[in-house]
Nanobody, 120 residues
Framework: QVQVAESGGGLVQPGGSLTLSCAAS????????MAWYRQAPGKERELVAISTSSGITNYGDSVAGRFAASRENGKNTGFLQMDSLTLGDTAVYYC??????????????WGQGTQVTVSS
């Protein structure tokens, strides 16, 4: 059983910063990628950032240059550093992990999401 949990959401003023965390747990866990998505009310879920085990990270156009995704070496934990936040960044942020247990096929596992609200 793989579990994914996000944390760190909250209320922040425009121009401020926030760091989200994503923790994946499960026995014999092998993570291929860790991705951040967000979904604002009335909008489709969009990719924010994705980091692979090969060290490649890609960002959505709307956050490139403001957000930075990272992984904690040797641990199944990732972070999303968000700077220069704008009202348009308000959304529920989700972590998705592509992982496998015991050498089986990789599958996607989603967290429950954490609310980020940018407001003055």
């Amino acid at each position: 059983q793989v579990q994914v949990a996000e944390s760190g959401g909250g209320l922040v003023q425009p121009g401020g910063s926030l760091t989200l965390s994503c923790a994946a747990s499960g026995s014999s866990l092998d993570i291929y990628s860790m991705a951040w998505y967000r979904q604002a009310p009335g909008k489709e879920r969009e990719l924010v950032a994705i980091s692979t085990s090969s060290g490649i990270t890609n960002y959505g156009d709307s956050v490139a240059g403001r957000f930075a995704a990272s992984r904690e070496n040797g641990k199944n934990t990732g972070f999303l550093q968000m700077d220069s936040l704008t009202l348009g960044d308000t959304a529920v942020y989700y972590c998705k992990v592509a992982a496998r247990q015991g050498g089986l096929l990789f599958q996607d596992y989603w967290g429950q999401g954490t609310q980020v609200t940018v407001s003055s």
